[in-house]
């Protein structure tokens, strides 16, 4: 299996665009996560979706961030406009559903952004 | 609310060590517990779980004990290489619903 597949890999802009990330997930989960990676804050948790529908949105820092899961192998984490303080590490992570707490997070490689 | 907290990085050591990686969580249910690794560059890999209290999660080398009395699920090895220097994230899960509750992160760095 390919993995959970991010693009771009990096991306820089500026202050005021549109950015938008990619992430495939491995085929057949049905769970997918958006996380946020930075120095000062960590890992957080923006949105994460079960079978297409977003369950918790609670991490998405506010309206300038969006995402989507249009069908079962792809979704979009959008930020519009972009600030400075959202460059960071955007990772993407996908699990099946098993037992009892048996599924596993498969993260990808993570976005690298950059807001000038 | 549910939280996870780990010792603060970096932990440095030399090749062969002992290594210890303290993890302490609150909960009000009955969590599974992970560790991911990160290494330079790469997303967060699994490097092992525990479902249920008492059980013992294993994988290359490492291990930790999920310990309900003490609210606890440290990770251990016996001897770390170089390869092992990384960032290592304890995590929290509840069996129902998909979302992991992430400590900040310990840095190990191995020198040779």
């Known amino acids: 299996d390919a993995g959970v597949i991010q693009s771009p890999r990096h991306e820089v802009t500026e202050m005021g665009q549109e950015v938008t990330l990619r992430c495939k997930p491995i085929?057949?989960?049905?769970?997918l996560f958006w996380y946020r990676q930075t120095m000062m804050r960590g890992l957080e948790l923006l949105i994460y979706?079960?079978?297409?529908?977003?369950?918790?949105d609670s991490g998405m820092p506010e309206d300038r961030f969006s995402a989507k899961m249009p069908n079962a192998s792809f979704s979009t984490l959008k930020i519009q406009p972009s600030e400075p303080r959202d460059s960071a590490v955007y990772f993407c992570?996908?699990?099946?559903?098993?037992?009892?707490?048996?599924?596993?997070?498969?993260f990808g490689p993570g976005t690298r952004l950059l807001v000038l | 609310g549910d939280s996870v907290t780990q010792m603060e990085g970096p932990v440095t050591l030399s090749e062969e060590a002992f290594l210890t990686i303290n993890c302490t969580y609150t909960?009000?249910?009955?969590?599974?517990l992970f560790w991911y690794v990160q290494y330079p560059g790469e997303g967060l890999q699994l490097l092992l779980k525990?479902?249920?209290?008492?059980d013992k999660g294993s994988n290359k080398g490492f291990e930790a004990t999920y310990r309900k009395e003490t609210t606890s699920f440290h990770l251990e090895k016996g001897s770390v290489q170089v390869s092992d220097s990384a960032v290592y994230f304890c995590?929290?899960?509840?069996?129902?619903?998909?979302?992991?509750?992430f400590g900040q992160g310990t840095e190990l760095s191995v020198k040779p």
């Open positions: 992570a996908s699990s099946l559903t098993g037992r009892g707490g048996q599924e596993t997070q498969y």
């Open positions: 979706f079960n079978n297409n529908v977003p369950i918790d």
């Open positions: 525990a479902t249920k209290a008492d």
């Open positions: 085929s057949g989960h049905d769970y």
């Open positions: 909960a009000t249910g009955y969590p599974s």
């Open positions: 995590a929290l899960r509840y069996n129902q619903g998909g979302k992991l509750i």
